[in-house]
């Protein structure tokens, strides 16, 4: 059990990661400062940075303004990111 605990931990901060890339990624594509995000969030830079770096979790509402701001759809920052499979216990638990 704390394998598997472990194993989702470790999932959500590679999806954490993952999402910064993603923001990173776009802000730059488009030429948009750490700053100038930030500002139209209403965060101060550093947090802004520490989404980039993965180190905090994007909230579903500063998500949600991002999508907005880049032009992108909420999609955008999970593509190409690998969906865990759920252990077989749990599908056929599932589908019972």
């Known amino acids: 059990m704390r ?3 472990k ?3 470790n999932r959500a ?3 954490d990661r993952h999402i910064g890339r ?8 488009l030429k948009l400062s750490v700053d100038e995000v930030a500002l139209k ?4 830079p550093h947090q802004l940075v520490e989404f980039e770096d993965g180190a905090t979790r994007v909230r579903a509402k ?5 999508t907005q701001l ?3 759809p909420v999609s955008y920052f999970f593509e ?4 865990p499979q759920p252990p077989m216990g749990r599908v056929n638990s599932a589908i019972n």
Do not use: H, N
């Not at 969030?41 to 101060?44: A, Q, T």
């Not at 190409?80 to 969906?83: G, I, L, R, V, W």
């Open 3 to 5: 394998t598997q605990a």
């Open 7 to 9: 194993s989702e931990t």
């Open 13 to 15: 901060a590679d999806l």
């Open 22 to 29: 993603k923001l990173r990624c776009r802000r730059r594509l």
């Open 41 to 44: 969030l209403g965060l101060p």
């Open 62 to 66: 500063y998500l949600a303004r991002l």
């Open 70 to 72: 880049l032009g992108v």
């Open 80 to 83: 190409s990111f690998e969906s």
